[in-house]
C-alpha cells in the first residue's frame, strides 16, 4: 500500500512538473511568434501628442457653442494643429436646437477654434442633410463654408450647388455657383 501511494505521488509530481514545463514552452513560443512593432507612420511621428477617443468642448460666455469627438487626434506642437481621425461635431443653434457634423477626417487650429473636414462630409438637422466632400468652420463668425459642391436633401427640398455658406447664428445658407434644385408639395395631412 505504501509502494502504490508513493508510485502514485511520483506519478502527479512528474505530472505536475510536464505540465509547467508544457506551459512554459508554449508562452516563450506565443512571445517569439508576435509581430514586431510596426514604425510609426510619418503623422504620429511628427505629433507632440496623439490621444485616442478625443472629446472637446467650445464655450462662450457660459454656452456650448459646439463639442468635438473623434476617434484619434494627434496634437502638432509647431502649428497648433490638432488632425482628427472620424470628427463627430454638434453644434448648438441659439434656439436649442443641433446641427451635427460628421466627416472621416478633419484638422482643429487650438488656437482660433477653426475646423476643416474633409471626406464623406455629411451635415444634418431635423429637417435636412447636406453632403459634400468639403467644409470649414469659421469659429468667430460661426460660419459653415464649402467651396466644394453640395447636395442638400429633405422631404420637400433637393438642391445642389457649387458652394455653401450656412450662418449657424442666423440658421441661414446661401448658395452659389450653378444652384439647382427640386421643390415637393408637401404631402396633405
Not at 513560443?29 to 485616442?52: C, E, G, S, V, W
Not at 472620424?86 to 487650429?109: N, Q, Y
Not at 445642389?160 to 447664428?169: D, G, P, V, W
Request: proline fraction near 3%; glycine fraction near 4%.
Amino acid at each position: 500500500m505504501a509502494d502504490r501511494t508513493r508510485i502514485l505521488k511520483n506519478i502527479l509530481t512528474a505530472a505536475v512538473i510536464l505540465g509547467l514545463c508544457a506551459m512554459g514552452l508554449v508562452f516563450f513560443q506565443f512571445r517569439r511568434q508576435q509581430i514586431a512593432p510596426q514604425p510609426l507612420p510619418d503623422l504620429a511621428a511628427k505629433a507632440l501628442m496623439t490621444l485616442a477617443h478625443l472629446h472637446q468642448t467650445a464655450t462662450k460666455d457660459g454656452k456650448t457653442q459646439w463639442e468635438l469627438e473623434a476617434q484619434s487626434a494627434q496634437m502638432e506642437a509647431e502649428s497648433h494643429r490638432m488632425v482628427l481621425t472620424a470628427p463627430k461635431v454638434d453644434f448648438m443653434m441659439e434656439d436649442g436646437k443641433m446641427v451635427h457634423l460628421t466627416a472621416e477626417r478633419g484638422i482643429l487650429d487650438t488656437q482660433s477654434n477653426n475646423m476643416q473636414v474633409t471626406g464623406n462630409v455629411c451635415l444634418r438637422n431635423d429637417q435636412y442633410t447636406l453632403l459634400t466632400e468639403a467644409l470649414e468652420y469659421q469659429h468667430e463668425n460661426h460660419l459653415l463654408r464649402s467651396d466644394a459642391p453640395v447636395i442638400i436633401k429633405s422631404k420637400i427640398v433637393d438642391l445642389r450647388a457649387n458652394q455653401m455658406t450656412y450662418n449657424l447664428e442666423k440658421n441661414l445658407a446661401q448658395f452659389d455657383g450653378h444652384v439647382e434644385g427640386r421643390i415637393y408639395e408637401k404631402p396633405a395631412l
